[in-house]
């Protein structure tokens, strides 16, 4: 009997001790546990008051922030979520549902098979048909003025994984009262013989003559068949340009349980569990890829536009030797440039018009889900900008703006004042929504059911210059001029270039020496400057500029004669 207490204060020490680990851990961080998968949003840690006390905000916000920043928060997490997974078959994933037999599929993936997922982005069938009928006739609208000026628009859909394994997909009703988003564009495609390949049914077709699943059982994505598409894509691209491009080769099959970015189980990372699931890791072929090509062979730039099946694609086959450039907008979002596509900017940051003719081709792409949305936009302002210029987009943008500073609603939803600096550039990207969703409106000239005949001047200028730029010796001299004309950019003189050919008026390419050059332009400095002392109501602005800014009134009157000599070169009237 003495020897209980022993017991008992043994097991009170261990028990305090296991009270107060999360507390420690949460303090020192003893442990590093795994980190859970997905997004978080930080918690900010409350500051007190008794205003937000004695209304209980305090206390809401107190709870939220101990909850995420509690000592083993992770790995508690996961046992729980294991616990949930092996008796419910249940998660709290929102990204993720449970089919049968372990498979794991996207909830919207799984709506979209039971004709669900249409109506949560259109309020009818009918609408649904209206806003389609109009993104195709977009579509068809911007190829035909993009092949106009030597770039190929198409459209590749990517293969749907509840399409393709439907027998493991959870129990439910089908909506019949819809219909299939992507069905109906592979039709429209069809019907106005626009370019597109339709990637789930062909991988229906194939899926029983192979022995791995086209998709993983517990991925969202394709692994290597990716490859297979891409050959079909390049097929494609070839046959409408009427060209041969490098072609891949795939040799023979190895299997490996090497991972490629966690693509087979990328949604079983999202369950957050303590134990990995059954099922077959590494089963997933692996093929060395090469690419093959010859004298005949060209390489074309390429600008992917779409989601994250790319990167599948882009792991897999050697996009460098293929084509001579690759850039891809991940969601018309944001931009993956450069050698090996580590270079990043806004989509928002780049000139539209510009990128769009900067490409042999244009690849938009989605998954069947997800072209509910329709073209999320991307037909719109492609048709606009190559319609219209930019005056007339932004004047239209700023109306919209001085609109939306006037609704009430819209300044509450930014909480912050409207005098706030950057007020205006925070309404730019509503605004633009806006115009683009209701371009019909905005340019009336969309409206019709014939090809408008406007483009946008821009075009050709834009064309010039990426003309010149193919010209490396071209460029080098152009490169010379800017050291001649004083107080000019690269892009000035680039730009004057362009004018000169497009006038056809006599190329700063073709000009004499840089030495006499560099000495005409001194000269026409010099007359200038001379010409400007004789004039005093000249000379007294002058004087006041150079007062005001603190040089010397020769100083200030050479930069002026140098400025008027450079505005008069680059608008041509003076030809050096």
């Given at each position: 009997m003495g020897k209980k207490p022993k017991y008992d204060l043994v097991l009170f020490i261990l028990l305090m001790a296991l009270g107060?680990?999360?507390?420690?851990?949460?303090?020192?961080?003893?442990f590093h546990p795994k980190p859970l998968n997905g997004v978080m949003v930080a918690t900010e840690k409350p500051k007190f008051d008794f205003d937000r006390y004695r209304s209980g905000a305090y206390a809401k916000q107190a709870e939220a922030y101990t909850s995420q920043h509690i000592g083993f928060r992770e790995p508690i997490i996961r046992l729980y979520n294991q616990y949930l997974w092996d008796f419910y078959h249940k998660t709290y994933a929102k990204d993720v549902v449970g089919g049968k037999q372990g498979w794991l599929y996207y909830p919207q993936s799984v709506r979209d098979y039971y004709g669900q997922e249409l109506l949560r982005w259109h309020s009818s069938t009918d609408e649904a048909k209206e806003k389609f009928d109009q993104e195709v006739k977009y579509l068809n609208?911007?190829?035909?003025?993009?092949?106009?000026?030597?770039v190929e628009l198409l459209v590749f859909m990517a293969p749907e994984k509840s399409f393709l394994y439907p027998e493991f997909l959870p129990d439910g009703k089908k909506d019949t009262t819809t219909f299939n988003a992507s069905d109906y564009f592979a039709q429209r495609f069809e019907e106005t013989g626009f370019p597109h390949i339709e990637m789930t049914r062909w991988f229906q077709k194939i899926k029983d003559t192979v022995d791995y699943p086209l998709i993983p059982q517990a991925g969202a994505h394709w692994i290597f068949p990716s490859v297979y598409a891409v050959d079909s894509l390049s097929r494609l691209m070839g046959e409408l340009k009427g060209i041969h491009l490098p072609k891949?080769?795939?040799?023979?099959?190895?299997?490996?349980?090497?991972?490629?970015?966690?693509?087979?189980?990328?949604?079983?990372?999202?369950?957050?569990?303590?134990?990995?699931?059954?099922?077959q890791y590494g089963y997933y072929p692996r093929h060395k890829v090469s690419i093959e090509h010859d004298s005949t062979c060209v390489k074309p730039k390429v600008l992917f536009i779409g989601n994250s099946y790319f990167w599948s694609m882009n792991n897999f086959v050697p996009f460098q030797e293929m084509f001579e450039t690759t850039e891809f907008w991940f969601y018309a979002s944001t931009a993956y440039y450069g050698k090996d596509l580590d270079q990043t900017v806004s989509v928002t940051k780049l000139n539209l018009l510009e990128k769009l003719l900067d490409f042999d081709y244009i690849v938009w792409f989605t998954t069947g889900n997800q072209i509910n949305k329709g073209t999320e936009g991307f037909a719109e302002r492609a048709l606009v900008n190559l319609c219209f210029n930019e005056k007339e987009i932004a004047e239209k943008r700023v109306r919209l703006i001085d609109s939306l500073m006037c609704d009430s609603a819209t300044i509450a939803s930014f909480g912050t004042p409207i005098t706030d600096s950057n007020y205006r550039q925070k309404l730019w990207p509503i605004a633009d929504q806006i115009m683009y969703s209701h371009s019909e409106r905005y340019f009336p000239t969309l409206c019709s059911d014939t090809l408008p005949k406007i483009r946008n001047p821009r075009i050709i200028e834009i064309l010039a210059i990426?003309?010149?730029?193919?010209?490396?010796?071209?460029?080098?001299?152009?490169?010379?001029?800017?050291?001649?004309?004083?107080?000019?950019?690269?892009?000035?003189?680039?730009?004057?270039?362009?004018?000169?050919?497009?006038?056809?008026?006599?190329?700063?390419?073709?000009?004499?020496?840089?030495?006499?050059?560099?000495?005409?332009?001194?000269?026409?400095?010099?007359?200038?400057?001379?010409?400007?002392?004789?004039?005093?109501?000249?000379?007294q602005q002058i004087q006041e500029k150079a007062e005001k800014k603190g040089v010397s009134l020769e100083k200030q009157l050479r930069a002026d004669a140098g400025w008027i000599v450079n505005y008069r070169i680059q608008h041509g009237k003076i030809q050096l």
């Open positions: 107060f680990m999360p507390m420690l851990q949460g303090w020192l961080h003893l609208w911007a190829r035909n003025i993009l092949r106009e000026n030597g891949i080769k795939i040799g023979e099959a190895y299997h490996t349980r090497d991972r490629d970015h966690d693509y087979d189980n990328d949604l079983e990372l999202l369950l957050n569990l303590a134990f990995p699931m059954k099922h990426n003309e010149i730029k193919k010209d490396s010796v071209w460029m080098w001299n152009l490169e010379t001029c800017q050291t001649i004309i004083q107080n000019t950019s690269f892009e000035q003189v680039l730009l004057m270039e362009a004018h000169n050919l497009i006038e056809g008026k006599p190329l700063l390419r073709d000009m004499p020496e840089p030495e006499a050059k560099r000495d005409k332009v001194e000269q026409l400095i010099a007359d200038l400057m001379e010409q400007m002392r004789n004039n005093p109501i000249t000379m």
